[in-house]
């Protein structure tokens, strides 16, 4: 007789997927009492624990298919509801559909990011992003919160800039951009001893001003998409910046051929 097995969830990289998803709900619950910082840096925070709950699940092999659905929902409310309401809050509520409208188009933006993004896994090239990560998205718009509030901005006079920001970054979402990854990067490897260094001057910056070089290294990074993609296609089309990524060669061609590389490594170690 066969033993039945055990039932359950894996309970370490789901407590870390929960840590960010509480971090979401209480940016969105502090964006209502008019705490706006403390709603920005809980949109960072749960950057963190994102970006924790998948390595810990591949370092003690607790991977999952709830875990998986478990993290794309959480990152629904850290990395679409909580940067909208957030941005909002501070500074849409006066601009009536057009607040509401640049809100929406950023929760639709990341809603269907991660769609997208659940469909492609084991296919899509790994070096790249196709769009803009929510979470970097998450950043650009908790980064510019943070940033008015660190200098005394009221967000309601700036609502224009706020809707563009919040809007085109739920744009680029969904854009056909490619972002860099950053997967490749042997984190394994030693490094000369002033590498160890220029992390230590990066920290001393970061904790100098943070809210403004966050804000910068992100939005830096979401505009690293469309000029690297202008600057590398000779002719652009529609579907280099919106469409169907089926038809996208470079992505599609270079993903095949790593399947086929890991395929015949695996066969030859066979």
């Known amino acids: 007789m066969s033993e039945q097995k055990r039932k359950g969830i894996y309970l370490l990289p789901n407590l870390l997927t929960t840590a960010g998803l509480f971090s979401g709900f209480f940016a969105v619950v502090s964006s209502m009492n008019g705490r706006f910082e403390a ?5 960072f925070v749960a950057m963190i624990f994102d970006g924790l709950d998948g390595r810990v699940a591949r370092m003690t092999n607790t991977q999952s298919d709830f875990g998986a659905e478990y993290d794309s929902m959480a990152d629904m409310v850290s990395f679409g509801m909580a940067p909208a309401l957030v941005a ?3 500074g849409l509520t006066e601009f009536g559909k057009i607040g509401w409208l640049a809100a929406f188009v950023y929760v639709a933006g990341a809603a269907l990011r991660l769609a997208r993004f659940n469909t492609q896994v084991g296919i899509a090239d790994k070096r790249f992003f196709q769009g803009l990560a929510s979470p970097a998205a998450a950043a650009v718009v908790a980064g ?3 940033v008015g509030v660190e200098y005394d901005v009221n967000g309601a006079d700036y609502g224009l800039v706020v809707a563009a920001v919040t809007g ?5 979402m969904v854009s056909n951009f490619k972002y860099n990854s950053f997967k490749e990067v042997n984190w394994h490897g030693k490094v000369p001893f002033v590498g160890l260094l220029i992390v230590l001057l990066i920290f001393v910056i970061v904790a100098t001003e943070p809210a403004l070089v966050l804000f910068i ?5 979401a505009l ?3 000029v690297n993609t202008f600057r590398t296609v000779d002719k652009v089309t529609l579907n280099d910046v919106v469409g169907d990524h089926e038809e996208d060669a470079d992505f599609s061609e270079d993903a095949q051929n790593d399947l086929d590389e890991n395929k015949a490594k695996g066969d030859s170690d066979k």
């Open 39 to 43: 709603a920005a840096v809980a949109i």
């Open 144 to 146: 510019l919160v943070w």
């Open 168 to 172: 085109l970054a739920g744009l680029l």
């Open 224 to 226: 690293a998409g469309p």
């Open 217 to 221: 290294v992100f939005a830096l990074y």
């Open 88 to 90: 909002y809050n501070w």
